[in-house]
């Protein structure tokens, strides 16, 4: 197996996400177009994407992420326009788009229409948060968008299998299909349940951070593939068991969870940018075998599907949004009354993603009877043409489209405040707690001890108020820049030292890593600390 091509498709994708971190695109963005320049550059190798890698190798680690990063209670608290989302959104896509595309393209079946209307109708909502988070969102947009992200997968794919099996001939009926999604919804979500509780007890009883870190790699993939051997839905399962573990990660050791934090972080960086890579690495793949279909007939379809694609989720999502608020008067008295910005927004950041090129990469090269699919290589055109377009267009436009309708973003001021609230109260509450410790002849310390304890509180409950303050005159530092970069500079006196040391061959290799890495605990801590 040649490696070579995998190492550069993670090195080149990583050093173009990386550089877009200091440009004002988006990285998913640059990654696909990257991508597309690079895939007719002479001696790049063919990439195919394929999705017996993509569906159960690929999009259960990057799921896991957004599911352990995402509020499970802010998810809650949106579940109605979440689940129109993804569930009625995608339904409502399979077949608006497979019956556009039926109308217009000739000689194409309704059922092989449908694959494509299956295909192409989940959005792919990481490049939307991802320009959510960059330009400042209201945070219910943006947890509708992840929460949509999260699940559309399930039903796109459920669909496309229903669509699917009419398509190849196996006599697909309309109770069998409700049946199959009913089967993969609750299988799915009964599998995650099932799960989560003894993978959470495994997660808090093992003593080593090390075996709690391999176990956390291996938790997506076990509850995707647990799932998808009973023909449940695996995406449901990975998400409910991320859900629940996120939700109650306090309870695992700290050093486990500050480990995760950065292998995650690696792992959905690298992947992301991957996937994003390959996306645009596509384009030599789908543009053969497309016959007859080429040039101007290929691009009036891919034009037309790309206009369906994107008018019927404005179709669906205003209805959505304000019917339910007409017909219930508890949703009037219990929510805020939206304006048509909100529901614009969402509507806009409907961007394909990679799922939707892995499952159009599925579909069978030949039907029952052994003849072709119908129309398989202008269905992988078709989608490929409706992600890029989606991705260029809505994604370039989406952040200045949220700058000009000015919607009222997260409060800073507003924040701060109550995380300092929050951290004064649990200040007082530890404050007691270590006075009461310390009144117990069992715990007596030195006085120094005891009052460099008592400082760290102090320290910890007014930090966040400091940033609230004015920043110094001198140097335009904020109170945190300032305590931030001193202990980076006595820390930095500390490290050069003990480097010396060793070198003098005072101390050795072994106590020279124990004591930078107890530097570099006190740095990520006087970091947090100073927010």
Do not use: C
Not at 138 to 160: F, H, K, M, W
Not at 194 to 201: A, D, E, F, N
């Amino acid at each position: 197996m040649d490696v070579m091509p995998l190492l550069l498709l993670v090195a080149g994708s990583a050093a173009v996400a990386a550089g877009a971190r200091r440009s004002p695109v988006p990285a998913p963005l640059l990654l696909v177009a990257a991508g597309l320049a690079v895939s007719y550059v002479p001696g790049v190798p063919e990439y195919t994407l394929d999705p017996h890698i993509v569906l159960p190798l690929v999009l259960p680690p990057l799921l896991h992420t957004a599911a352990t990063d995402s509020s499970y209670l802010d998810l809650r608290a949106q579940m109605r326009p979440v689940m129109l989302l993804s569930v009625g959104y995608v339904l409502f896509a399979t077949f608006t788009v497979g019956w556009a595309a039926y109308l217009v393209v000739p000689d194409l079946p309704l059922t092989a229409a449908l694959v494509l209307g299956a295909v192409v109708a989940p959005p792919d909502a990481v490049a939307a948060t991802a320009v959510a988070r960059r330009v400042g969102l209201p945070s219910r947009i943006t947890t509708i968008l992840q929460g949509e992200s999260l699940v559309n997968d399930a039903t796109a794919i459920t669909a496309y299998r229903v669509a699917l099996a009419a398509a190849v001939g196996e006599g697909a009926t309309w109770a069998g299909g409700i049946g199959e999604f009913l089967l993969a919804a609750f299988g799915g979500i009964g599998m995650g349940l099932v799960l989560m509780v003894p993978i959470h007890w495994l997660r808090t009883h093992l003593k080593e951070a090390l075996l709690q870190n391999t176990l956390s790699l291996l938790i997506p993939f076990v509850a995707y593939a647990a799932a998808e051997q009973v023909h449940a839905s695996g995406v449901l399962a990975v998400v409910v068991v991320a859900l629940f573990l996120g939700h109650r990660a306090w309870e695992v050791d700290f050093a486990t969870r500050l480990q995760e934090e950065a292998v995650w972080k690696m792992v959905a960086f690298v992947l992301e940018s991957a996937v994003f890579a390959l996306i645009g690495l596509q384009l030599p793949v789908v543009l053969k075998g497309l016959g007859e279909y080429e040039g101007g007939r290929a691009a009036w379809y891919a034009v037309a599907v790309f206009v369906v694609v994107v008018v019927s989720r404005f179709v669906w999502v205003y209805p959505a949004t304000f019917l339910p608020r007409m017909l219930s008067a508890r949703i009037r008295e219990r929510e805020d009354n939206p304006t048509w910005k909100g529901p614009f927004i969402v509507s806009w950041a409907g961007m394909r993603g990679v799922v939707s090129l892995a499952i159009a990469f599925s579909i069978p090269l030949t039907v029952h009877g052994g003849e072709d699919f119908p129309e398989r290589n202008l269905i992988l055109f078709l989608t490929f043409t409706t992600v890029i377009g989606t991705l260029v267009v809505q994604g370039v436009t989406l952040p200045p489209l949220i700058r000009l309708l000015k919607l009222p973003g997260r409060d800073p001021q507003a924040e701060t405040l109550a995380e300092a609230n929050a951290q004064a109260q649990a200040s007082r509450a530890a404050e007691q707690r270590l006075e009461e410790l310390l009144s117990d002849e069992r715990n007596a310390l030195p006085d120094p001890l005891a009052d460099r304890l008592r400082a760290v509180l102090e320290r910890r409950r007014n930090s966040v108020w400091e940033r609230l303050g004015q920043a110094n005159p001198v140097t335009g530092e904020s109170v945190d820049d300032t305590y931030r970069r001193l202990s980076r500079e006595v820390i930095g006196i500390e490290r050069t030292v003990f480097v010396k040391l060793r070198d003098g061959r005072y101390i050795d290799d072994e106590m020279l890593r124990t004591l930078l890495r107890r530097l570099d605990l006190e740095e990520a801590a006087a970091y947090r600390e100073a927010g």
